[in-house]
């Protein structure tokens, strides 16, 4: 009977995924959002290596080129090749926000599915730490945690963005888990004596998968224009490294007379964050679709 249940929870996991795939790819968001994704992704990989100027290496004798053949992108005020410090700077950008975006939800999974299960005093305590991280503001904290994290690793920046992105999906993954702890599968694998973390592992995480798929993939956006915010004015990334966020904010005061030092760096920013907003889009409208479909399957 155990496996059986267990066997019916994998299944239905299984159907809302391939009725979700089977959608995907007459997508065009999810198609477009995918490739220009894997394009950034491969540039800031890629695009160091075969560029033949490096990100730090100045030049006296071209000073705020404009774009040509030489520099696709133009120069700095420095005489930086923009191309190399926009693709150095996607590099670092992206993989801040992959991180904060794995760390957000994988704690907004862990807190939500323990208040939801357990319930009583453990949901009591959660909610309360998450009601509290709610109303502080984000920048606020991250501008007087700054002195103390400025000579550190950027890493620590990290953690700060990823404490403030998992709230709101930890309630909606706590109210999931407590319309699924009241279905036969969970209550017979309870009754059974099955461990907790076996029943929140092997039976409420499948049907919540979805959801944090998309969370992730949201969050990757939204942590990435938080990074740039904070090194904007200085918060973040801090000197000699590079990201959108630095780049964007030396560049803002050429904006008027010399506008490629500062429309390349927010030109990279836009595109990325749009690739992520229309891939986590499609893949939302897609799994709604399929769960419609499942159900009436």
Known sequence: MNTLTEERTSAQGRGRFRSAARRTPGRPSIVCGAALLLALAGAAVLGPL??????VAQDRTAMLVPPGGEHWLGTSRLGEDL????LQGLR???????????LSTTLSAAVGLAAGYLGRWVDRCLMWGV??????PPFLVAAVLSPLLRERSWLYMVLVLALFQWMLTARVVRARTVALRQREFVTAAHHMGAPTLWIMRR?????????LVIDCTLHVGAAILGEAG????GFGIQPPDVSLGTLVATGSGSAL??????????GFLVVTVSAVGLLGEGLRRALE????GSNED
């Open 50 to 55: 075969l560029w033949p100027y490096d990100h």
């Open 83 to 86: 191309l190399a410090q926009c």
């Open 92 to 102: 670092k950008s992206l993989v801040i926000g992959l991180l904060v975006a794995v």
């Open 131 to 136: 009601d509290m991280l709610l109303i502080l």
């Open 203 to 211: 039976h409420l995480l499948p049907h919540l998968v979805p959801l």
């Open 230 to 233: 904070l090194s904007y004015f």
């Open 257 to 266: 007379t010399y506008p490629w030092a500062f429309l390349a760096p927010v």
């Open 289 to 292: 679709e399929g769960r419609g």
